[in-house]
């Protein structure tokens, strides 16, 4: 009889902060793909930017820990933050391979567009089920996500599944600059995360 594997879903991205966006994402992950456990993995130093300077990234994995307390099945890592450097997820995806767990991805539609270009994408690709989940409501965008879905179809043998989900378009960078122009962002933050960003003087 073969073992019933744990399915685990890995989440990863800057979380700078963390936003209400994010919380919705890893729910629907975790009920539409029956996860049995969701890991949320702040990056270090994503591949695509440069160092802020001004960056820490205790505090993002910090506003994690608050924001995903209450979401069930749900654990925060610092492996990434841990392993320093920049952040790839064949990396990541690599150490948490083992023969007991069946691994899923998250990411935006936006990465879905752009995985081509990622370090050793392929071998993603047959070290997990990718999944994404819509961060707009264009249809331009949905066509091109179709159509790169079915290029990675033909040329790989893999694609994308979408999570069914309303997209919540605010992005982290816009929390930011609203905090820096001294606006309310409480409607866009879980409440401990908002707290935690006004006490230590985040992003002002």
């Known amino acids: 009889m073969t073992e019933k594997k744990t399915r685990t879903g890995v989440y990863g991205g800057t979380f700078n902060p963390v936003h209400k966006g994010h919380i919705a994402a890893a729910a629907a992950?975790?009920?539409?793909?029956?996860?049995?456990?969701l890991i949320i993995i702040p990056t270090y130093l994503p591949p695509h930017k440069e160092a802020d300077p001004a960056d820490?990234?205790?505090?993002?994995?910090?506003?994690?820990?608050?924001?995903?307390?209450?979401?069930?099945?749900?654990?925060?890592?610092?492996?990434?933050?841990?392993?320093?450097?920049?952040?790839?997820?064949?990396?990541?995806?690599?150490?948490?391979?083992?023969?007991?767990?069946?691994l899923f991805f998250l990411c935006g539609s936006d990465m879905l567009l752009s995985f081509d270009t990622?370090?050793?994408?392929?071998?993603?690709?047959?070290?997990?089920?990718?999944?994404?989940?819509?961060?707009?409501?264009?249809p331009e965008v949905a066509r091109a996500i179709a159509g790169k879905n079915a290029e990675y179809q033909r040329k790989y043998g893999v694609s994308f599944i979408e999570l069914e989900a309303e997209p919540i378009v605010i992005s982290s960078q816009e929390i930011r600059e609203k905090i820096m122009?001294?606006?309310?962002?409480?409607?866009?933050?879980?409440?401990?995360?908002?707290?935690?960003?006004?006490?230590?003087?985040?992003?002002?």
Not at 72 to 101: F, Q
Not at 123 to 129: G, K, Q, Y
Not at 191 to 198: G, H, N, P, T
């Open 29 to 37: 992950f975790v009920g539409q793909m029956a996860l049995d456990e």
């Open 56 to 102: 820490e990234p205790y505090h993002r994995l910090k506003m994690c820990e608050l924001a995903f307390a209450g979401v069930e099945r749900t654990v925060v890592s610092d492996m990434e933050i841990a392993r320093g450097g920049r952040s790839y997820t064949v990396d990541t995806l690599r150490a948490l391979t083992s023969p007991g767990r069946e």
């Open 118 to 138: 990622w370090r050793e994408f392929v071998t993603i690709f047959s070290l997990c089920r990718p999944v994404y989940i819509r961060r707009e409501n264009d």
């Open 181 to 204: 122009r001294g606006e309310d962002v409480s409607d866009y933050l879980p409440r401990d995360v908002a707290k935690y960003i006004y006490e230590n003087q985040l992003y002002v």
